[in-house]
């Protein structure tokens, strides 16, 4: 059996399927919830570096002497890492295949941290967390593409949500870890936290092994004998995938998706995840320190963040039961809608007491979910096959551009003008996704791969 038809995974049915044999009639399966588990360790590790360099800062600050805005620079250039690599990630995953560069980025990210223990300088630091955000940037697209092409329609948007629910839960385990250490280690702590996102990463790169290749992705190549190995190893014979092989030359990456005519829904889904994430990878990259400006000091501060990014996870949870039935552009909207006015509250009432503080980040995590879900079902159903990671790597690496600039202005801001300006543009950012999302927003509930991702419908 050939390394693309992978070894890990064996049929799951005994014997031909009746009636319409597709992807998309097939129940829910072990191997696609391994599948997710897999592909969201991107999310986890991308929430856990994320989250662990908050904490890392209140001793990193002092150590190295930085400025506010040395610290956003810093903490920004992960983002920056992102960038490019979701670009570089996306285009080879189209170009070459989703299996190969999947099971070894991870163990990149890996090295990259235990190295990170031995850091010496602001310039060491910086140069590391952009090569720890390339490999995270890698990963994003291969993972949700692969995810995609092996669900079934009414199970798509539930599985994608997986990704972004496992985001923060690495965020919240981050900052508990990252106290622990505090706690116990000493001064050293933050070396500790930075080089303990090998665990995860190795954890799930081991766990990633034998995944097969994309049976979308094969059959898009005329690799029809592959394709149906696969689908016979996971599914059982007879079980076909919605496509056709494509004809004639392909193009993938952004060239290709400008000829094809998706300009316009690569702009949507950009202007939209930028808009959403730009508060959040704010609060991810300095939790302990926007909670401590509305009053909660030390490990409240730490802890209290850790809580807000389970609910952010709690959030996904509860989105992740209605986007089916409430459908894509209804939830998008009504999540734009709902999260903005806890960040308004925040605004006009950052002198609160703390528990209505607590309550009202509690809120804008869990009405963030909705969104958080479509930021990744979207562009995974938006693109056709061969544009699918591209799409999601451009996506990922557009807006983690803008989380870049928001996150690096965000001590700048909290400094300069205090925790209310900061919430005001927050909900300022909020409002336009909203309105992006009025104009702009598709449906694609209960559609096929081949439906979601025509412009012809």
Not at 254 to 267: F, H, K, M, P, T
Request: aromatic share 12%; net charge neutral.
């Amino acid at each position: 059996m050939s390394e693309i038809a992978g070894t890990a995974y064996p049929s799951t049915s005994p014997s031909p399927p009746s009636g319409d044999a597709s992807l998309d009639n097939e129940k829910l399966s072990l191997f696609q919830i391994r599948l997710a588990a897999c592909a969201g360790g991107s999310g986890f590790i991308d929430g856990y570096v994320l989250s662990i360099f908050g904490v890392a800062l209140i001793q990193l600050g002092p150590e190295f002497s930085l400025s506010s805005a040395a610290k956003g620079a810093i903490a920004a250039t992960i983002l920056v890492g992102v960038f490019f690599g979701g670009v570089v990630g996306g285009y080879l995953s189209d170009k070459y295949g989703r299996q190969r560069i999947y099971k070894w980025d991870l163990f990149a990210i890996a090295v990259l941290s235990i190295a990170s223990f031995w850091i010496d300088g602001p310039l060491a630091l910086l140069i590391m967390r952009l090569l720890i955000g390339f490999a995270v940037g890698v990963d994003y697209p291969i993972g949700s593409a692969l995810l995609t092409e092996f669900s079934p329609k009414r199970f798509r948007g539930p599985l994608l949500g997986v990704l972004i629910s496992l985001f923060f839960l690495g965020g919240a385990v981050a900052y508990s870890v990252g106290q622990v250490l505090l706690s116990t280690v000493g001064d050293d702590a933050w070396r500790w936290m930075l080089a303990s996102a090998a665990v995860p990463a190795l954890l799930i790169g081991l766990l990633r092994i034998g995944t097969p290749e994309s049976p979308y992705w094969l059959t898009r190549n005329g690799r029809l004998d592959e394709a149906n190995v696969v689908m016979e190893r996971v599914f059982g014979p007879g079980v076909t995938v919605d496509e056709v092989p494509a004809e004639g030359e392909r193009t993938v990456g952004l060239r290709g998706i400008i000829r094809s005519g998706y300009v316009g829904r690569l702009a949507f889904v950009i202007a939209s995840w930028t808009s959403a994430i730009i508060p959040v990878y704010a609060i991810f990259s300095f939790g302990p320190q926007l909670i401590g400006a509305l009053h909660l000091e030390g490990n409240a501060a730490t802890y209290g963040s850790a809580v807000i990014e389970l609910f952010f996870a709690v959030g996904c949870l509860l989105a992740l039961g209605i986007v089916n039935k409430v459908g894509r552009r209804t939830l998008t909207i009504q999540s734009f809608a709902l999260k903005s006015v806890p960040l308004l509250l925040l605004a006009v009432f950052s002198d609160a007491p703390p528990i209505w503080i607590a309550i009202f980040f509690i809120a804008f995590a869990l009405f963030s979910g909705g969104l958080e879900v479509m930021n990744f079902v979207y562009p995974n159903e938006l693109f056709p096959t061969d544009l699918r990671s591209s799409a999601m790597g451009l996506v990922t690496a557009f807006t983690r551009f803008g989380a870049a600039a928001g996150t690096f202005l965000v001590p700048v801001v909290l400094e300069q003008y205090g925790i209310s300006a900061t919430m005001y543009a927050a909900c300022a950012i909020t409002v336009v996704g909203l309105l992006v999302s009025i104009v702009w927003a598709p449906e694609t509930k209960g559609m096929k791969l081949s439906e979601s991702s025509s412009l012809r419908r």
